[in-house]
Every structure is written in structure tokens, then in C-alpha cells.
């Protein structure tokens, strides 16, 4: 990677304030449901400490809207990582201010410090310099690891690089180096799969697909757009009727590169999306008009399971159907069986693929799963993450 990342640089006796992605799912005690994201940063946290500084954390949780909410507050995390780590995590109830300055200005090298919920205060998704520089204060150097939030400029990650000497860490490393495995110079045959709800979520990557995939595969509902885009009737499948001319474009522009797409040949159909409801599957061209289509049927898995197969790189961004809903989860778990079965690079775009790899089972038998939903979309779509850019080159 051509950014300076956390072994660039001499942290040695320094204090590092890190930005990580503490952004964690909650229960209604405020237990912590997923450590996911918190293991996730552990190799630098444990690098930094290793290497005798004084690490400083400092994270978002959630969406207060600018307000101090304690529902979202990061004390649960700390209790949690001081549990991981087996270290004392101190921690405080702010990010910025002079109790802060001061529970930093103490903290020695090989001690943990993390600071309050940083979008407790409306600056931080405006990238306030003035916030940037006093989160800046507290440390000698910045380490940005939060990916999942790298493709938003905030004072947090792009604000306070502007202040410090700045890297990013082992997981921004690890990111970038995969999903440009996908990006740059993919094996192939590569495959792309693509699912989730909009259409207009997945254009800018499936325009950057068209010039480096051998095959798409689409699910989700975002299919039913091009389905009707072909004519077919969808009953009352989630379409977005302003996205059918962007639809026909893809699938001309797919012809002309000799990009194979696929659309799914069956679907699974239902008269509303509810547990017990009654259910059943359907080619794509019978699809009742008082109902809605929720998944992908088994002989569309059983036709992208053929291409998945010998694929050497494969992206999975999208689920194929309402996967939370027993009923509707089969397709999502028949691609998550066949990425997971193939021998070559499989990446996981974020999001809720990556809770439906991890959900059926299958999350330690694919090469990557990315940290960042929205920020691999963007990556992979080819424009520049903000929080990234920001930081030197080596």
C-alpha cells in the first residue's frame, strides 16, 4: 500500500490517538450483541502497545444526531475491551474538553484511553476544524482504522489528519490490499454478485464491473427493475420505476463489453413480508400480481452456484433476499454456500452480506470481509475515499 501506515512511523514513548470503528450493535441492556468491529482493531491497538505509546481511542456509536444520548454511549465498549485485551481501558464521558486533556495528558505509554461517542457533538460530521484540532491536542500522532467510515470526510478522521502526523492502521491496510484485488488486476474468471434493494445504490460499481468482470450475477430486489425493464410483470415487487432506463443501459452496455449478466429465473413470492406467511416459488415471468417477490428461487442458485464455482475472484455486495426472515433467507444462504465452496479470492463487500456470512455460518471460509459497507461500495465504484486520501503517502 502506497499510504504511510502505523509501522512508518516511531510511536515510541508518543501518544496515538486512534480513530476506530467502535460503531457496534446493542441490545436493549446495552450489551454488546457482535465484537466484530472491536477484534477488528486489535492488531494495531496491540502494535501501538507493544511498541511502548500511549493509545487513545475515539469512535462513533450509532446515530445521536449531534446529542449527548446515553443509549449510545461507548462505556460499554470500554468494559468490553479491557475485557479482550486484558488491559485497563480508562475511560471518558467526552471526547473533547479538559477533563479529556487532562485523562490523556496522564496516561502512560502501554495504557488505553477511549473517549466518548464523537458524534455527541454536531461538529464532528461537519469536519468543525475547530473540534478537529482539539481532538488533535491530545495526541502526537494519528492512526485512522476506522474504514467503515473512511469514505466520509469528519473531524475525525480527515479533520484531525490535517493537525498530526497521520498513518492508517493494519485493517485500512488490509482492506485496500484485497478490495484492489478486485479493483486493479482481478483473476479471473471474476464474478461479481449483486444484490440488496436500490438499483440506484449499485450503478457507479456496476459501470466500474462492466470494465473488469467477466459475470454479474443479480439478486436482491434490486432485480425486479430489471425485470420489468425487460418487460416482465413484478405484481407488487419493490421497483424503481425512475431507474428502468439506467437498467437497460447497464444491460445494453453488459452486451456490447461481452459482460455476462445474469437475472435470476425464478423468485420466491408471498403476499406480504411476515415470518409465518404463506410462501412459494415462481419463475420470473409468472409472478402474481398480488404478490411480492423476497428472494431468488432455488434454480437461480442452482445457476450462479455453476458460476461461482471455477470463479478465481469473486465480490459478493448485497444480499440476495430478505434474509432476516427465515422464509425469504434461503437464496442469501445457497450464495453464501457457494462463495464460501470456491477456491478462489472471495470478498465480502460490508453491509449485509457480511451479516449474512456471518449469520449462516460461513464468515471464516472466504479470503476477506470487508468492515465497511457504504466505504467498500465506494472503493469498488472507484472514487476516492476522503479518509484515506487525507493521509500521507510513504
Known amino acids: 500500500m502506497h499510504k504511510k501506515t502505523v509501522s512508518d512511523i516511531d510511536v515510541n514513548g508518543k501518544k496515538v490517538l486512534v480513530r476506530v470503528d467502535f460503531n457496534v450493535p446493542l441490545d436493549e441492556h446495552q450489551n454488546i450483541t457482535n465484537n466484530t468491529r472491536i477484534n477488528a482493531a486489535l492488531p494495531t491497538i496491540n502494535y501501538l502497545l507493544e511498541h511502548n505509546a500511549a493509545v487513545i481511542l475515539m469512535s462513533h456509536l450509532g446515530r445521536p444526531k449531534g446529542e449527548v444520548k446515553p443509549s449510545l454511549s461507548l462505556k460499554p465498549v470500554a468494559k468490553l475491551l479491557e475485557k479482550i485485551t486484558g488491559k485497563k ?33 454536531p461538529e464532528e460530521k461537519k469536519n468543525d476544524p475547530k473540534f478537529a484540532k482539539e481532538l488533535a491536542s491530545l495526541a502526537d500522532v494519528f492512526v485512522n482504522e476506522a474504514f467503515g467510515t473512511a469514505h466520509r470526510a469528519h473531524a475525525s478522521n480527515v ?4 493537525y498530526l502526523p497521520s498513518t492508517v492502521g493494519f485493517l485500512i491496510e488490509k482492506e485496500i490490499e484485497y478490495l484492489n484485488k478486485a479493483l486493479l488486476n482481478p ?16 450503478i457507479d460499481l456496476i459501470q466500474k464491473l462492466l470494465e473488469k468482470a467477466d459475470s454479474i450475477l443479480i ?10 425493464a425487460l418487460g416482465f410483470s413484478v405484481g407488487k415487487s419493490l421497483v424503481e420505476e425512475d431507474k428502468i432506463p439506467a437498467a437497460l443501459e447497464i444491460m445494453e452496455q453488459a452486451k456490447e463489453r461481452c459482460v455476462n449478466l445474469y437475472l435470476p429465473e425464478d423468485t420466491v413470492v408471498a403476499k406480504e413480508m411476515e415470518e409465518d406467511t404463506e410462501f412459494h416459488s415462481v419463475p420470473v415471468d409468472a409472478i402474481p400480481d398480488d404478490m411480492i417477490g423476497l428472494d431468488i428461487g432455488i434454480l437461480t442458485v442452482r445457476k450462479y452456484t455453476e458460476i461461482i464455482k471455477p470463479s478465481k475472484t469473486v465480490i459478493w455486495n448485497g444480499p440476495m433476499g ?3 426472515i427465515s422464509s425469504f433467507s434461503h437464496g442469501t444462504k445457497g450464495i453464501a454456500r457457494a462463495v464460501a465452496a470456491c477456491s478462489g479470492i472471495t470478498i465480502i463487500g460490508g453491509g449485509d452480506s457480511a451479516a449474512a456470512i456471518e449469520k449462516f455460518g460461513f464468515a471464516d471460509k472466504v479470503s476477506h470481509i470487508s468492515t465497511g459497507g457504504g466505504a467498500s ?17 510513504k
Open 377 to 393: 461500495l465506494e472503493y469498488l465504484s472507484g472514487k476516492e475515499l476522503p479518509g484515506i486520501a487525507v493521509i500521507p503517502d
Open 219 to 228: 439478486g436482491g430486489a434490486m432485480m425486479f427493475t430489471f425485470l420489468k
Open 159 to 162: 479533520g484531525v489528519a490535517e
Open 89 to 121: 481501558v480508562y475511560f471518558v464521558h467526552d471526547c473533547i474538553g479538559d477533563d479529556v486533556k487532562q485523562a490523556a495528558k496522564n496516561l502512560k505509554p502501554g495504557e488505553i484511553l477511549l473517549l466518548e461517542n464523537t458524534r455527541f457533538h
Open 187 to 202: 483473476e479471473k474468471p471474476y464474478t461479481a454478485i449483486l444484490g440488496g434493494v436500490k438499483v440506484s445504490d449499485k
Open 322 to 324: 430478505m434474509f432476516e
